[in-house]
């Protein structure tokens, strides 16, 4: 399956965050974030109420010290099916 549109996912301290080139979106929980990125989809005007997508978040490890990266090859990426 290909997705529809692709973030980078990071966590910040206190916030999951997904941004790519024309969109950012977070929440304090994955919930909250999926949300959020309802809301953001909506609000951008680019697709018409009712739309599907597949939302590819794929976690930013340059977040990670170079050093951790080697014990954090578990972490996630995750699609999620968005309807408008």
């Known amino acids: 399956m290909k997705a529809d549109i692709e973030?980078?996912?990071v966590h910040d301290g206190k916030y999951w965050v997904g941004r790519n080139a024309s969109l950012e979106v977070k929440g304090v929980?994955?919930?909250e974030l999926d949300e959020d990125l309802k809301r953001g989809l909506?609000?951008?005007?680019?697709?018409?109420?009712g739309t599907a997508l597949h939302v590819f978040m794929g976690f930013?490890?340059?977040?990670?010290?170079?050093w951790l990266?080697?014990?954090?090859t578990h972490y996630f990426n995750r699609t999620v099916l968005v309807s408008l």
């Open 69 to 72: 990266r080697q014990y954090h």
């Open 42 to 49: 909506r609000e951008s005007g680019d697709y018409a109420p």
């Open 29 to 31: 929980t994955i919930p």
């Open 7 to 9: 973030l980078s996912l």
């Open 60 to 66: 930013d490890y340059d977040t990670f010290p170079t």
